[in-house]
């Protein structure tokens, strides 16, 4: 009896592990589609509240889903035209960037062998070499190019996810039944969902924006394409911001010499705290915050899965995941655990409060 006891506790673990391997293999083997679907959905919930809200203006639906398509294919022409003009021109040039920051390099460490200092021959050959630098961003390029050539493939599927928008709530009442307590959790988590993208993709823009105007003014070649890197890796938190500013300052050092690379750095760290750490959490509250943890394991997850586009879309996939376990009153607790220690701290206040309220009530 025992013995069968085991046997059973075991296939209930190994069937959701079994179930997990085949699921992210499945995912990792149709990257190519996942990627480009995952990106239309990005798309389309952010194209969403312009279009609801060129209805309600009294503009016809046909007309108002036009309107949309052509600021996405607008936007989508824009964000090719600066990849495509600026990442070819870097491609061919990474290499002799690569050699003039290595040679850069060598007169800073002999500066600094003359203070006294030992040169770090192991880490700064072997792990941060600039030309292998420059060869990583130059690939990462290709493969962001890689994935705008399905541009066709995301508009329409984009337009088709606009087009079931508009019927869906509808058809989950048909299928579920009507009422608050139905649709309310799926309604609370698609506003969430949609809140934070449009809130995130705003501030990303505008830091990519930031960073571009002044990468040009001090003068670093591809500022527009750095520009857009910031926008980019903005989608992740602290690492992205640091992964964005390394090939602007390592041009800066070949550029404009080291005292402009000490510039941009710091000009670089000035934008994204105050845009970062200042005014998004402003706008968008604290409550959808993830541990750096869950972070760095999100990031490296989706990633090794679905490549660079995993990448880019992996915290905004992981506060899709926190937002929908957030919403069920079983599954809060482990929201609480993938969010940040202020996250934690509010939801113990939150929880005392009600207690507090309670025993002064019956005093």
Not at 19 to 48: K, R, T, Y
Not at 240 to 255: C, E, H, K, N, R
């Amino acid at each position: 009896m025992s013995k069968k006891k085991e046997t059973s506790t075991l296939g209930r673990v190994l069937l959701p592990a079994a179930c997990f391997v085949v699921v992210v293999w499945g995912l990792w083997a149709s990257q190519e589609i996942v990627v480009p679907f995952l990106l239309s959905i990005f798309v389309a919930v952010l194209s969403a509240p312009p279009l609801f809200w060129l209805k309600r203006k009294g503009l016809p639906s046909w007309a108002a889903l036009v309107v949309v398509l052509l600021s996405v294919v607008i936007a989508g022409i824009l964000l090719g035209t600066v990849i495509g003009s600026s990442a070819s021109g870097f491609r061919e040039k990474s290499a002799g960037y690569g050699t003039e920051i290595q040679e850069k390099l060598d007169m800073l460490y002999s500066v600094f062998e003359s203070m006294g200092w030992e040169k770090p021959d192991d880490v700064i050959g072997e792990h941060l070499n600039p030309a292998r630098l420059m060869g990583f961003f130059a690939s990462s390029l290709k493969a962001l190019t890689d994935v705008l050539t399905k541009a066709l493939l995301i508009l329409i599927t984009v337009l088709f996810i606009l087009l079931e928008a508009a019927t869906f709530s509808g058809k989950l009442q048909a299928a579920f039944g009507g009422g608050r307590k139905t649709l309310g959790p799926f309604e609370e988590f698609l506003k969430s969902v949609n809140r934070y993208l449009v809130i995130k993709t705003a501030m990303s823009a505008l830091t990519g924006l930031v960073v571009g105007v002044f990468l040009a003014i001090m003068g670093v070649d591809f500022a527009a394409l750095w520009g857009l890197a910031a926008f980019l890796l903005n989608y992740i938190p602290t690492i992205g911001s640091i992964l964005a500013a390394i090939p602007a300052v390592l041009l800066a050092l070949v550029d404009i010499g080291t005292g402009g690379a000490i510039g941009v750095a710091i000009g670089c760290g000035i934008i994204n705290v105050g845009i970062g750490n200042i005014l998004e959490p402003r706008l968008m509250g604290k409550g959808l915050g993830l541990s750096a943890l869950v972070i760095f394991l999100s990031l490296a997850f989706w990633g090794s899965v679905l490549g660079l586009g995993g990448a880019l879309l992996s915290v905004p996939l992981t506060v899709a995941v926190k937002i929908a376990l957030n919403v069920r009153e079983d599954t809060r607790w482990l929201a609480i655990l993938m969010g940040s220690s202020a996250g934690a701290r509010r939801a113990i206040a939150s929880a005392d409060a009600p207690a507090a309220g309670g025993a002064g009530g019956s005093g």
